[in-house]
C-alpha cells in the first residue's frame, strides 16, 4: 500500500507452415527508491515510481533445405520507454518533492541461421546476426516529465541549450553490430567434441573474436571426464557509460553540483570460463558430478574519480579546488578471478515402495582480484562480496502415491555481505 507496485503483460502468438508471428505488450511500476539509501532517497511519497514499456515483435521462419540442412530465419524489433512521469524524491533538494527521468531504446534485430545435420553423430551450426539500436540513454534530473510526444523517444531529438547546464544530462547514440558464428558438434567413438567461434563488429569497438571448446570422454561405462574453455566479452550498456548526475547546488542555485559525468569511451570487459570434472555412477544408484571451474574477467569497469578542474562543465559550483567527480573507466591490467568446485549428487529410488530419491549440491568458492591503484585497502575491498566461500542444499522427494508428491529441501550458506 505505501510502496505500491503493478505490472501487465498481455501478448499474441501466431503460427502457420513454419512461420511464427508474435507480439508482447508489457508494463512494470514500482516505486523508484527501493534498493536505494534512505539518506539520499525519500519513501515518503507513493507517487515517485519508475516505470518501462516494453513492446516485443517477432517473426521466424523455419524452412528444410534439405534432409540434413534446415534454414531458420529471424526479424524481431525490440521497443523500450519509460512513463514519463517516472521520478525520484531526493533528500538533497529541499525545493521539490520529485525529479523526473526518461530512458528509451529501440533495437532491431536480423538472425539467419542454417543448421546441417550429415549424420547422428555430427552437427553444424552457422549462422549471422545483425543489430541496429537507437538510444537515449537515462537523462540527469528533470524538473518537469519528459514529453515525448513533442520531444521524440530516440535519438532524433537534441533538447535546447540550458543556460546552467547546457545539454549536460542527453546523450542519445546509435550504433549497430554484425556477428558472425558457427558451431560444431561431433560423436566419435568414446568421445564427444563440440567447439565453435563468434566474431562480432560493433561499431562502437574493435573487431572481437572469441573461440569456445567443450570435450567429453568416456572411461568406462559408468564414468566419463569433461571439459570446457570458453571466451567472451561484456558491452557497457549505454545507460552505465553515459551515466549523468548534476543537481542545483543548494549554496547556489543558479549552479551546478556535478556528481557523476559520462565516459562514452568506456570498452567492454573480457570474459574467460574454464572447467574440469567428472561423471561416475557409484554401487548403481549414485550418480556423482565433480566439477573444478575457473573464471576471470579482465578490463573491469568501476567506479574513479577525475579532477573537476580538468573538465569544461558549464555551470560548476566550486567547492573546493580539489573538487572531482565520478565516472565508470576500464581499469587497465586489472583482472577478477572466481575459482571453486561444485559437487552434485544424487541417489534415485532409495526406497522403492515410495519412490524417493535424495539430491545433494555442495558448491565452494573462491574470489580473489587485482587491481592496480588500489592497493592499500585489499581487506575492506575483499569484505564486499555478494558470494558466499560455500554454498549447499539437499533435496529430498517421495512420490508414494499417484495423486501424492512430497519435496523437502534445505539451502545453506556461509556469511557473506
Same mark, same amino acid.
Given at each position: 500500500e505505501?510502496?505500491p507496485?503493478?505490472?501487465?503483460?498481455?501478448?499474441?502468438?501466431?503460427?502457420?507452415?513454419?512461420?511464427?508471428?508474435?507480439?508482447d505488450?508489457?508494463y512494470?511500476?514500482?516505486?523508484s527508491?527501493?534498493?536505494?539509501?534512505g539518506?539520499?532517497?525519500?519513501?515518503?511519497?507513493?507517487?515517485?515510481?519508475?516505470?518501462?514499456?516494453?513492446?516485443?515483435?517477432?517473426?521466424?521462419?523455419?524452412f528444410?533445405?534439405?534432409?540434413?540442412?534446415?534454414?531458420t530465419?529471424?526479424l524481431s524489433?525490440?521497443?523500450?520507454?519509460m512513463?514519463?512521469?517516472?521520478?525520484?524524491?531526493?533528500?538533497?533538494?529541499?525545493?521539490?518533492?520529485?525529479v523526473y527521468l526518461?530512458?528509451?531504446?529501440?533495437d532491431?534485430?536480423?538472425?539467419?541461421?542454417?543448421?546441417f545435420?550429415?549424420?547422428?553423430?555430427?552437427?553444424?551450426?552457422t549462422?549471422?546476426?545483425?543489430?541496429?539500436?537507437?538510444?537515449?540513454p537515462?537523462?540527469?534530473?528533470?524538473?518537469?516529465?519528459?514529453?515525448?510526444?513533442?520531444n521524440?523517444?530516440?535519438?532524433n531529438?537534441?533538447?535546447?541549450?540550458?543556460s546552467?547546464?547546457?545539454s549536460?544530462?542527453?546523450?542519445?547514440?546509435?550504433?549497430?553490430?554484425?556477428?558472425?558464428?558457427?558451431?560444431m558438434?561431433?560423436?566419435?567413438?568414446?568421445?564427444?567434441?563440440?567447439?565453435?567461434?563468434?566474431?562480432?563488429?560493433?561499431?562502437?569497438?574493435?573487431?572481437?573474436?572469441?573461440?569456445?571448446?567443450?570435450?567429453q570422454?568416456?572411461?568406462?561405462?559408468?564414468?566419463?571426464?569433461?571439459?570446457?574453455?570458453?571466451?567472451?566479452?561484456?558491452?557497457?550498456?549505454?545507460?552505465?557509460?553515459y551515466q549523468?548526475?548534476?543537481?542545483?547546488?543548494?549554496?547556489e542555485p543558479?549552479l551546478?553540483?556535478?556528481?557523476?559525468?559520462p565516459?562514452?569511451?568506456?570498452?567492454?570487459?573480457?570474459?574467460?570460463?574454464?572447467?574440469?570434472?567428472?561423471? =561416475? /555412477?557409484? !554401487?548403481?544408484?549414485?550418480? *556423482?558430478?565433480?566439477?573444478?571451474?575457473?573464471?576471470?574477467? $579482465?578490463?573491469? &569497469?568501476?567506479?574513479?574519480?577525475?579532477?573537476a578542474? =580538468? /573538465?569544461? !562543465?558549464?555551470g560548476?559550483? *566550486?567547492?573546493?579546488?580539489?573538487d572531482?567527480m565520478?565516472? $565508470?573507466?576500464? &581499469?587497465?591490467?586489472?583482472?577478477?578471478?572466481?575459482?571453486?568446485?561444485?559437487?552434485?549428487?544424487?541417489?534415485?529410488?532409495?526406497?522403492?515402495?515410495?519412490?524417493?530419491?535424495?539430491?545433494?549440491?555442495l558448491?565452494?568458492?573462491?574470489?580473489s582480484e587485482?587491481?592496480?591503484?588500489?592497493?592499500?585497502?585489499?581487506?575492506?575491498?575483499?569484505?564486499f562480496?555478494?558470494?558466499?566461500?560455500?554454498?549447499?542444499q539437499?533435496?529430498?522427494?517421495?512420490?508414494p502415491?499417484?495423486n501424492?508428491?512430497?519435496?523437502?529441501?534445505?539451502?545453506?550458506?556461509s556469511?557473506w555481505?
Amino acid at each position: 500500500e505505501s510502496l505500491p507496485a503493478a505490472s501487465h503483460m498481455t501478448g499474441l502468438q501466431l503460427e502457420f507452415r513454419g512461420v511464427k508471428l508474435s507480439y508482447d505488450n508489457m508494463y512494470r511500476k514500482t516505486h523508484s527508491s527501493i534498493g536505494r539509501s534512505g539518506y539520499l532517497y525519500k519513501y515518503n511519497n507513493p507517487n515517485n515510481f519508475y516505470g518501462d514499456f516494453i513492446q516485443k515483435a517477432s517473426l521466424s521462419y523455419d524452412f528444410a533445405i534439405t534432409n540434413n540442412l534446415q534454414s531458420t530465419t529471424n526479424l524481431s524489433n525490440l521497443w523500450y520507454y519509460m512513463d514519463n512521469n517516472s521520478s525520484l524524491g531526493l533528500t538533497f533538494l529541499n525545493k521539490t518533492d520529485n525529479v523526473y527521468l526518461f530512458s528509451s531504446s529501440k533495437d532491431f534485430l536480423g538472425e539467419q541461421i542454417f543448421t546441417f545435420s550429415p549424420s547422428g553423430k555430427m552437427e553444424v551450426i552457422t549462422g549471422i546476426t545483425y543489430q541496429k539500436s537507437k538510444n537515449l540513454p537515462l537523462t540527469n534530473y528533470l524538473n518537469s516529465p519528459w514529453d515525448y510526444k513533442k520531444n521524440g523517444l530516440f535519438s532524433n531529438y537534441t533538447p535546447p541549450y540550458d543556460s546552467i547546464s547546457g545539454s549536460f544530462g542527453f546523450n542519445p547514440l546509435t550504433f549497430h553490430e554484425i556477428s558472425g558464428f558457427s558451431q560444431m558438434y561431433m560423436l566419435l567413438n568414446n568421445w564427444t567434441i563440440m567447439g565453435g567461434i563468434r566474431i562480432d563488429r560493433n561499431s562502437n569497438y574493435k573487431l572481437v573474436y572469441n573461440p569456445r571448446i567443450a570435450i567429453q570422454r568416456k572411461i568406462s561405462t559408468v564414468s566419463s571426464v569433461f571439459g570446457s574453455l570458453g571466451f567472451a566479452f561484456k558491452a557497457p550498456p549505454a545507460t552505465l557509460a553515459y551515466q549523468s548526475i548534476a543537481f542545483p547546488a543548494p549554496q547556489e542555485p543558479s549552479l551546478l553540483t556535478y556528481q557523476m559525468i559520462p565516459n562514452p569511451n568506456l570498452m567492454p570487459e573480457k570474459f574467460q570460463a574454464s572447467e574440469l570434472g567428472i561423471r =561416475t /555412477l557409484l !554401487l548403481s544408484k549414485i550418480h *556423482i558430478n565433480l566439477a573444478i571451474y575457473y573464471n576471470e574477467i $579482465r578490463n573491469l &569497469i568501476m567506479d574513479r574519480y577525475i579532477p573537476a578542474n =580538468t /573538465l569544461d !562543465l558549464p555551470g560548476r559550483y *566550486i567547492e573546493t579546488p580539489f573538487d572531482s567527480m565520478l565516472y $565508470r573507466d576500464n &581499469i587497465k591490467n586489472s583482472v577478477s578471478r572466481l575459482y571453486g568446485i561444485q559437487i552434485t549428487g544424487r541417489w534415485n529410488n532409495i526406497i522403492p515402495s515410495l519412490k524417493s530419491d535424495l539430491e545433494l549440491n555442495l558448491s565452494f568458492a573462491q574470489k580473489s582480484e587485482k587491481i592496480p591503484g588500489i592497493t592499500d585497502i585489499p581487506e575492506l575491498l575483499g569484505g564486499f562480496k555478494l558470494m558466499p566461500k560455500h554454498f549447499g542444499q539437499i533435496k529430498f522427494t517421495l512420490n508414494p502415491f499417484d495423486n501424492l508428491y512430497i519435496n523437502m529441501e534445505s539451502i545453506w550458506m556461509s556469511k557473506w555481505l
